[in-house]
């Protein structure tokens, strides 16, 4: 090969060697592990307050525990009472049936205001079934008294000096409750802003939910088992009433908690998916 073209060939590259501009550095991903800690606690607080509105402080949810507990029993021994006395025995009062009257009582222990009325279909229909089983006539009057019976039995057992000071305090916690629910949304909608200003939602949203459902895991589960103390000193009806419905709403936040994890965690991993693909 003579002189002449290698020296030509050498000089064709220069150009292209000359033209090839240098490589922009790569973008690394920036971690942004405080904003996963706020958005934990975020989640956290959000899952407390709504935790705590959908059960203690739902009437229907807290009748529902209430109808099961010694309280609830009270109520449905006397009306069972009741109706043996008029000859129709067999308990056919159940806590299902007592569950709406015990509702109505739990609303205004709340300061809610009744605007429904109480369905008493069931509470007739348990009253005329069993009266035929036992061979008595269920006559419109023997329902209508019972029915009035137990409003007056939920009236008596939510109008006691105890109930009636737990109520307050009750109110108050209601009150804050609210009050932490909706701060915990505004700050929410602020974070989420500030999270795609930066570019960074998925990767704070999967560390934020794992790591805020196991606080809240954490902090239900010291919760369940201080409650007793944390009660204020009252009767023992009231602090059993209250102890068993507060372990089972804390009970259904601990649930929401670890569905949080998992959730999390998935979000991680589809997040980590993702890195890697794009």
């Given at each position: 090969m003579s002189e002449n073209s290698r020296m030509a060939r050498y000089h064709s590259d220069e150009p292209e060697n000359s033209q090839q501009q240098p490589q922009e550095p790569q973008q690394t991903y920036q971690r942004r592990p405080a904003l996963a800690r706020w958005v934990a606690i975020l989640v956290m607080l959000f899952t407390l307050s709504i935790g705590l509105k959908v059960t203690v402080f739902n009437a229907n949810y807290t009748a529902g525990v209430v109808s099961r507990s010694t309280v609830g029993q009270k109520v449905i021994n006397q009306l069972n009472n009741e109706l043996e006395g008029l000859g129709v025995s067999g308990s056919p009062v159940t806590s299902g049936i007592v569950q709406p009257y015990?509702?109505?009582?739990?609303?205004?222990?709340?300061?809610?205001t009744a605007t429904t009325t109480i369905d008493n279909s069931e509470l007739t229909t348990a009253i005329s079934t069993q009266a035929q089983t036992m061979g008595v006539t269920a006559t419109a009057g023997m329902t209508t008294a019972l029915v009035k019976e137990a409003k007056k039995v939920v009236k008596a057992a939510f109008s006691t000096t105890a109930m009636t000071q737990a109520s307050l305090k009750i109110q108050k916690a209601r009150t804050l409750d609210f009050w932490l629910m909706i701060a915990t949304v505004l700050l929410a909608i602020v974070t989420v802003m500030y999270a795609f200003s930066v570019h960074h939602?998925?990767?704070?949203?999967?560390?934020?939910?794992?790591?805020?459902?196991l606080l809240t895991g954490i902090l239900g589960d010291v919760g369940y088992y201080l409650l007793p103390s944390l009660i204020p000193t009252s009767t023992a009806t009231v602090t059993s009433m209250i102890t068993t419905v507060g372990r089972s709403g804390i009970g259904v936040i601990i649930f929401a908690g670890v569905a949080e994890i998992v959730l999390g965690l998935l979000v991680m991993l589809g997040h980590r998916t993702f890195r890697k693909d794009s």
């Amino acid at each position: 090969m003579s002189e002449n073209s290698r020296m030509a060939r050498y000089h064709s590259d220069e150009p292209e060697n000359s033209q090839q501009q240098p490589q922009e550095p790569q973008q690394t991903y920036q971690r942004r592990p405080a904003l996963a800690r706020w958005v934990a606690i975020l989640v956290m607080l959000f899952t407390l307050s709504i935790g705590l509105k959908v059960t203690v402080f739902n009437a229907n949810y807290t009748a529902g525990v209430v109808s099961r507990s010694t309280v609830g029993q009270k109520v449905i021994n006397q009306l069972n009472n009741e109706l043996e006395g008029l000859g129709v025995s067999g308990s056919p009062v159940t806590s299902g049936i007592v569950q709406p009257y015990l509702a109505q009582g739990i609303s205004q222990l709340y300061g809610e205001t009744a605007t429904t009325t109480i369905d008493n279909s069931e509470l007739t229909t348990a009253i005329s079934t069993q009266a035929q089983t036992m061979g008595v006539t269920a006559t419109a009057g023997m329902t209508t008294a019972l029915v009035k019976e137990a409003k007056k039995v939920v009236k008596a057992a939510f109008s006691t000096t105890a109930m009636t000071q737990a109520s307050l305090k009750i109110q108050k916690a209601r009150t804050l409750d609210f009050w932490l629910m909706i701060a915990t949304v505004l700050l929410a909608i602020v974070t989420v802003m500030y999270a795609f200003s930066v570019h960074h939602v998925m990767a704070s949203l999967g560390p934020g939910l794992a790591l805020g459902g196991l606080l809240t895991g954490i902090l239900g589960d010291v919760g369940y088992y201080l409650l007793p103390s944390l009660i204020p000193t009252s009767t023992a009806t009231v602090t059993s009433m209250i102890t068993t419905v507060g372990r089972s709403g804390i009970g259904v936040i601990i649930f929401a908690g670890v569905a949080e994890i998992v959730l999390g965690l998935l979000v991680m991993l589809g997040h980590r998916t993702f890195r890697k693909d794009s």
